[in-house]
T-cell receptor
């Protein structure tokens, strides 16, 4: 079945530094990947839609200069949290949609970011 | 952004009992999905519903796509301890396609007492 690998699973960084999170589709190609943020005991909130070869589409209220998204290939999208602050600490999850279509959105296992 | 109304927020049940949870929306969705999320993990798809009125089963799980396309329910029969987790409903407004976003419910936290 479709597998999405997300790395790292956990990261701790200092305030002011940047962190890159990778999302890879292992056995399928994805023109579209989605990035979500989830706070404890809350639902997933879509941050942006990552489109291969073009600019990401950000949801209202999400700072595109702070959350940089790059979708350089059909199997890899990256989310970089720039100049991280403690309020950026959260669980970030990606999902990928196969090029071949269908309705299945496969999610990565998430990245727990802690900014100290 | 928009969220689906999912209830109940949490459930505490005994092993062997049946469970039911539902999602409603003020607008129409063309696809309904049910996910389960374990702590520290990403959501895993349980059931996908594509047509209004559709009733689909996956083992002990059964889900239905409401006739009005504004609601869906998920039933779990004969619950077991490993059913513990957070269950999310998600709706998609457009059928298929790669650029159609999911809208999530707030989740139902299920606890199963052995």
């Amino acid at each position: 079945g479709a597998v999405v690998s997300q790395h790292p699973s956990r990261v701790i960084c200092k305030s002011g530094t940047s962190v890159k999170i990778e999302c890879r589709s292992l056995d399928f190609q994805a023109t579209t990947m989605f990035w979500y943020r989830q706070f404890p005991k809350q639902s997933l909130m879509l941050m942006a839609t990552s489109n291969e070869g073009s600019k990401a589409t950000y949801e209202q209220g999400v700072e595109k200069d702070k959350f940089l998204i790059n979708h350089a290939s059909l199997t890899l999208s990256t989310l970089t949290v720039t100049s991280a602050h403690p309020e950026d600490s959260s669980f970030y999850i990606c999902s990928a949609f196969p090029m071949t279509g269908g309705y299945g959105y496969t999610f990565g296992s998430g990245t727990r970011l802690t900014v100290v | 952004g928009q969220q689906l109304n999912q209830s109940p927020q949490s459930m505490f049940i005994q092993e062997g009992e049946d469970v039911s949870m539902n999602c409603t929306s003020s607008s129409i969705f063309n696809t309904w999905l049910w996910y389960k999320q374990d702590p520290g993990e990403g959501p895993v798809l349980l059931i996908a519903l594509y047509k209004a009125g559709e009733l689909t089963s996956n083992g002990r799980l059964t889900a239905q796509f409401g006739i009005t396309r504004k609601d869906s329910f998920l039933n779990i029969s004969a619950s077991i301890p490993s059913d513990v987790g957070i269950y999310f409903c998600a709706g998609q407004k457009n059928s298929g396609g790669s650029n159609y976003k999911l809208t999530f419910g707030k989740g139902t936290l299920l606890t199963v007492n052995p």
